[in-house]
């Protein structure tokens, strides 16, 4: 177990690295010797978890996975559950308007569209839609949320939702705040489910 949690770390890291760099750098302008730098590993360990830079373009839900990590510590237990879900996809969108770059985003997109094998957006074992279901079915409990749809039914329509308003804000090049849309909108689109 504790080599599993150590060889996620690694891989954690590196992808973080390669994504501040993205953001910094640009794709193009970041090279595997700068990830290896950054993350404190080795080129061994970089080649053992990807093949080439390009496979960490997939790696987009490692980097929100973590940040769904954190966002749950930090969350204010006294929220009700559509407010909670309301904050995760704020902050989300936030961040990734702040430290992701369109390109990348849509790049990752693309190749998720066409990828023949694992799409690591839709990965239900991702701690994402664990998270999700979590608060759903918390909120279900205590009647905070709707009961007509199962908790796994509300959060595949949440992450649609979440998954429209990047890829309307990738067509769009980033014209308007993702932050701000996601704000207005949002709850709109999840009004269907709060209760009271």
Known sequence: MEKNVENKDVKSRIAAAAWRLFYEKGYN?????????????????????????????????????DYYTELEETMDPDMNSFEKLLYLNYKTHSMMEEKISIDLLASLYSTQLVSQGQRNLLDHNRKYYKLVVKIVEEGQKRGELSSDMSASEITNYYSM???????????????YSLEERSKKYMPVMLEHFKCG
């Open 29 to 65: 302008g970041t090279t595997v010797d700068e990830i290896i730098e950054l993350s404190g590993t080795s080129k061994g360990s970089f080649y053992y978890y990807f093949n080439t830079k390009d496979e960490l373009l997939s790696t987009l839900s490692l980097i929100l996975d």
């Open 161 to 175: 939702c979440e998954r429209a308003l990047v890829t309307d804000w990738c067509l769009n090049r980033g014209t």
